[in-house]
């Protein structure tokens, strides 16, 4: 059960796009499309954001979207605000039925 | 609305146990699977461990198996997590979760409402 590979940090400019991978394996990501995301402002509980690769739960803006290649799956946020500063992690169920979280990756909003 | 409210948490020596409690409302509890997730100071989260709908099934993390042990009370809207041998690496936040967003009469695999989180610190 390791944990997912996401990339530490990933900043971008007000306005601009952004992606933040998360790497898995065949047993994993590769396997079934159980991937979901997670927002976490600095002392504050994680937040659902897209749940079965690619779904945003309502209320949830379109700026933010899924999308998953072989064992990578991805979180792309448009049109960057200052309020997506945050922490991020990916989460994946397992063929071990178990659920495995990313390593988190830290938004920098320029 | 949802609340789920964790306590139980605080400072023990390794080796010692404890157990953290959840108390869920605004929602029907028997009707979804809970989990306890954590997060060591500074670090990402982890999954630990899920409890299906009715108590039955029981799944955990690697590194706590045989060591701790979810479960849950329906009639109290209660979750537990019982902690044995503890380690100064299962010093976290642990934070109650419910499983299962659901929407248009179907539920999916996702990590819909957590709580605030307790604090367990394992040190000598």
């Known amino acids: 059960q390791s944990a997912l590979t996401q990339p530490a940090s990933v900043s971008g400019s007000l306005g601009q796009s952004i992606t933040i991978s998360c790497t898995g394996t065949?047993?994993?990501?590769?396997?079934?499309?159980?991937v979901s995301w997670y927002q976490q402002h600095p002392g504050k509980a994680p937040q659902l954001m897209i749940y079965d690769v690619s779904t945003r739960p309502s209320g949830v803006s379109d700026r933010f979207s899924g999308s998953k290649s072989g064992n990578t799956a991805s979180l792309t946020i448009s049109g960057l605000q200052a309020e997506d500063e945050a922490d991020y992690f990916c989460n994946s169920y397992t063929s071990s039925s178990s659920y495995v979280f990313g390593t988190g990756t830290k938004v920098t909003v320029l | 609305q949802v609340q789920l409210v964790e306590s139980g948490g605080g400072a023990v020596q390794p080796g010692r146990s404890l157990t953290l409690s959840c108390a869920a409302s605004?929602?029907?509890?028997?009707?979804?699977?809970m989990n306890w997730v954590r997060q060591a100071p500074g670090k990402g989260l982890e999954w630990v461990a899920l409890?299906?709908?009715?108590?039955?099934?029981?799944y955990y993390a690697d590194s706590v198996k045989g060591r701790f042990s979810i479960s849950r009370d329906n009639s109290k809207n209660t979750l537990f997590l019982h902690m044995n041998s503890l380690r100064a690496e299962d010093t976290a936040i642990y934070y109650c979760?419910?499983?299962?967003?659901?929407?248009?009469?179907?539920?999916?695999?996702?990590?819909?409402?957590w709580g605030q989180g307790t604090l367990v610190t394992v040190s000598s």
């Open positions: 409890v299906s709908l009715d108590g039955n099934n029981k």
């Open positions: 979760v419910r499983f299962g967003y659901c929407t248009g009469g179907v539920c999916y695999r996702a990590f819909d409402y």
């Open positions: 605004g929602f029907k509890f028997y009707t979804y699977s």
């Open positions: 065949n047993s994993d990501i590769g396997s079934y499309n159980y």
